[in-house]
């Protein structure tokens, strides 16, 4: 869930102190993209030896103008060049990391990377998602950090330590994990720089004649470094070579050869001789870049009493007698048999089955060498996560996943992205927003929104996640891969909200996105006509909110398709599947498996449950009735738990946003004008 990149230069390479300094730069630069919250760099120089680690909670284009790092570079890096900037005088790696924070606060050096356990300096992405049995089968080792990444340096380390081949030593770290990773690794003892990833996420560029070598998390990072270098180095960015999964490399940083090696053993396969080592460790040192920490101010204990919730009273409410939706949803008619006007219009979507079909129709986009073929949304949900795994081993293509992370993808979500990658061998590209301000954003307009509540306006809250679809045409035209799929599932189809700006249902629509060009007209006149009777909307995220509207509803798709459209949905299916083959990682606050990786649902759900009765569970629900799937009764009980608050997750929005969790529960409450929670 990060950036990690590096450059390894032989002795005598043709390349300046300052070529490399530029190179680093250009490398922070481009892998900012998948995380902003903290970033460092370590430095493994053999003439004259020297390891210095600098780390910081800033993101690395403020980090690489910070007083500290230009020391490192002039005490550190500058010595292995000489007092010229010629050529290195030895060997030296350079290992940097952005980092998007997951186990460990970012305000804490120790969580931050490059980590260092046991004589392995290590940078790592993904989420390695059993860390707490590793820590507990391994009392040998000593924890010193939050951050996943230690446990596996720690292991690594202590294996070398005990005599072990560094190749066997990854293998073994790799064999005992679970998750997602792809790192760089170094030993103060040797002269190897290593790479490993059971993902696919690590891509490198070697210069032989010149002596040096490149690697990134994704090719386009490094072919835009690589680009960069053509006048002054000839560099020709195809000849970017990928560590496929389940793949490491071995760098020997004086012969400069490069060693790959399978992280299962192949019969047959040997390992590459052991270099002699360095007669004494390299002494390491450590540099920290403190960063103006907010001054903490205690809140109020989150009163869980607050909550509201009258099951009896939401369960008397007037019905259809054919699914479940409630005389409070909007636009809703009934017939003289108590029938909605959304079931007589309703046409299956999902008792055809057109998967042969279907997948004969993807064939013209299969690459024939097992390269990417197909871009998928993954949010770590419930459906995308199962709709990757049918696309990898049913549909047989290479796909790679990405992740637009706005600030509410909880870590629940991305642990369930590196399962689910990890175990498939999938690559995960994740853009990363400005989180800090996305989540002001959210602040902000929720804040404007407790002033006025409107029920029309709570879709506002998620506006920050739209540049999903603008993300895949902008990664679709990095990596050259014209497949787009989406997993979303047809009966997620929640018009209500629209419903409550006065926008009518459009049951004639044939995709899940789609809104009429009057309905757009209607929906932006709703949302200009409260802006304007609420000042407090027109802030500092009406830019953001605006360019997420056109990404949402204008932004073009080609080649494009919603799985769920052409091949069953089976929800039993669905979850015997991610947890019995992926240990999928299930919510502590509710017994549902949907929406528990978005941290905004638990809120606007409660916010319609409160107000009216109902949320989107109650459509999803309906929408499993009218395609014969689950029975009336059997749904209404259901609803009924699922929409029960769910403290824990409203406890954590709340905090995430920095808002008082009391004065807003307390708050909403207020819109139960109907009575239904008292």
């Known amino acids: 869930m990060c950036g990690i990149f590096g450059i390894a230069l032989r002795e005598g390479a043709q390349c300046t102190l300052r070529a490399t300094e530029s190179m680093l730069n250009s490398l922070y630069r481009f ?98 998602v059993n860390v707490g049995d590793l820590w507990a089968s391994h009392g040998e080792l000593t924890r010193t950090a939050e951050v996943d990444t230690e446990i596996l340096a720690a292991l690594a380390g202590r294996r070398i330590e005990d005599g072990t081949h560094p190749v066997t030593a990854i293998r073994t770290v790799f064999g005992e994990m679970k998750g997602a990773a792809s790192v760089a ?17 690590l891509y490198r560029y070697a210069d032989e004649e010149r002596g040096f070598l490149l690697f990134a998390s994704e090719r386009f990072i490094l072919s835009q470094v690589v680009a960069g270098l053509k006048r002054s180095f000839q560099a020709d960015p195809s000849r970017i070579a990928w560590l496929r999964p389940g793949f490491g490399a071995i760098v020997d940083l004086r012969a400069f050869k490069v060693f790959d ?92 089955d057109r998967k042969k079909s279907f997948i004969e129709q993807l064939q013209q986009y299969r ?20 709709g990757l795994h049918l696309i990898k081993n049913e549909f047989g293509l290479s796909p790679i996943t990405f992740t637009y992370d706005w600030g509410m993808v909880t870590d629940l979500a991305r642990r369930n992205v ?46 920050g996640d739209k540049y999903f679809f603008r993300q895949s045409n902008i990664i679709k035209r990095q990596t050259g891969i014209r497949l787009d799929l989406w997993c979303a599932n047809p009966l997620e189809n929640t018009d209500f909200k629209a419903g409550f700006c006065g926008v009518p249902p459009d049951f004639g629509k044939a995709r899940i996105d789609y809104l009429s ?8 006149a709703y949302y200009a006509k409260e802006f304007l009777g609420n000042l407090a909307y027109v802030n500092g995220s009406l830019a ?10 204008l932004e073009p798709r080609h080649d494009f398709f919603f799985i769920f459209d052409y091949i069953p949905w089976e929800e039993r299916e669905v979850e015997r599947v991610l947890l019995n083959e992926y240990d999928w990682e299930l919510a502590v606050d509710t017994k549902s498996t949907w929406r528990i990786g978005d941290g905004t649902a638990p809120f606007y759900n409660y916010i319609y449950v409160t107000a009216r009765g109902f949320s989107e569970f109650d459509t999803f629900r309906s929408n499993q009735i009218r395609e014969g799937m689950m029975d009336r009764e059997a749904a209404l009980e259901a609803v009924l738990v699922e929409n029960r608050p769910r403290y824990q997750s409203l406890v954590w929005y709340l905090d995430t946003i920095g808002l008082d969790f009391n004065e807003t529960i307390s708050r909403i409450n207020e819109l139960d004008i109907m009575g239904l929670h008292r």
């Open 31 to 128: 892998s900012e993209s998948r995380g902003k919250e903290s970033a460092g760099l370590h430095v493994h120089a053999l003439r004259p030896l020297a390891a210095c680690t600098i780390k910081s909670a800033n993101r690395g284009t403020e980090l690489i103008r910070t007083p500290q790092f230009h020391d490192v570079l002039q005490g550190s890096v500058m010595p292995a060049f000489g007092s010229n900037g010629g050529g290195p005088l030895g060997p030296v790696a350079l290992l940097g990391h952005t980092r998007l924070v997951t186990n460990g606060a970012a305000e804490r050096y120790e969580n931050n990377q490059p980590v260092s356990a046991n004589g392995v300096t290590m940078i790592h992405n993904g989420i390695v």
């Open 185 to 201: 690794l170094v030993h103060n003892r040797w002269h190897w720089l290593m790479l490993a990833t059971n993902t696919g996420d």
């Open 261 to 352: 090696f399978p992280l299962t053993p192949e019969p047959g396969s040997s390992l590459p001789p052991l270099p002699e080592p360095l007669v004494e460790p390299i002494v390491h040192r450590h540099v920290a870049v403190e960063k103006p920490v907010a001054p903490f101010v205690h809140a109020a204990r989150a009163d869980e009493t607050l909550l509201r919730y009258g099951e009896a009273q939401v369960r008397a409410l007037r019905r259809c007698s054919r699914c479940i939706l409630p005389e409070t949803f909007p636009f809703i008619e009934y017939d003289e048999q108590g029938v909605c006007n959304y079931c007589r219009h309703y046409r299956p979507r999902l008792q055809q």
């Open 367 to 386: 690459s024939k060498d097992g390269s990417p073929d197909a871009l998928v949304a993954f949010s770590g949900g419930r459906d995308s996560s199962y």
């Open 418 to 463: 590196a399962r689910i990658c990890g175990k498939l061998g999938i690559q995960n590209i994740l853009v990363s927003a400005d989180i800090k301000q996305k989540r002001e954003n959210i602040r902000k307009n929720v804040a404007a929104w407790l002033r006025k509540p409107s029920l029309g306006i709570v879709p506002l809250f998620m506006a």
């Open 517 to 524: 060009n009057t309905r757009k007209v209607r929906l932006a």
């Open 544 to 553: 953001d909110t605006a360019l997420a509207f056109f990404s949402y509803y």
